[in-house]
């Protein structure tokens, strides 16, 4: 069993930056793949990162790649997603999620455990 709370979101100008954090509890994390996926109003809950249980190993989905950077502390049992260069398009409550397996999975029934969310407003 996993839980994940999600902090860092706010409101920020287009063109700046924000990290946010993604906490887990128990003494397994190291062994979950973790990824954020990310939700505007009225649209479906969409994949932006991925990254192996080692860290190694990570994917973005295309409007993201080269701002976006996701990492994590194992030590910490947390993830992180750091959000550079952001666009009024990128407002979305943002949410973590945490997977058995290694390989890369961008569909939400992949993922067994998903924090709360933390809600993204990028200014224009």
């Known amino acids: 069993q996993v839980q994940l709370v999600e902090s860092g979101g706010g409101l920020v100008q287009a063109g700046g930056s924000r990290r946010l954090s993604c906490a887990a509890s128990g003494r397994t994390f190291s062994s979950y793949a973790m990824a954020w996926f990310r939700q505007a109003p009225g649209k479906e809950r969409e994949f932006v990162a991925h990254?192996?249980?080692?860290?190694?190993?990570?994917s973005y989905t295309d409007s993201v790649k080269g701002r976006f950077t996701i990492s994590r502390n194992n030590a910490k049992n947390t993830v992180y997603l750091q959000m550079n260069s952001l666009k009024p398009e990128d407002t979305s409550v943002y949410y973590c999620a945490a997977r058995s397996g290694d390989r890369i999975a961008t569909m939400t029934p992949a993922y067994a455990y998903w924090g709360q969310g933390t809600q993204v407003t990028v200014s224009s």
């Open positions: 990254i192996s249980w080692s860290g190694i190993s990570t």
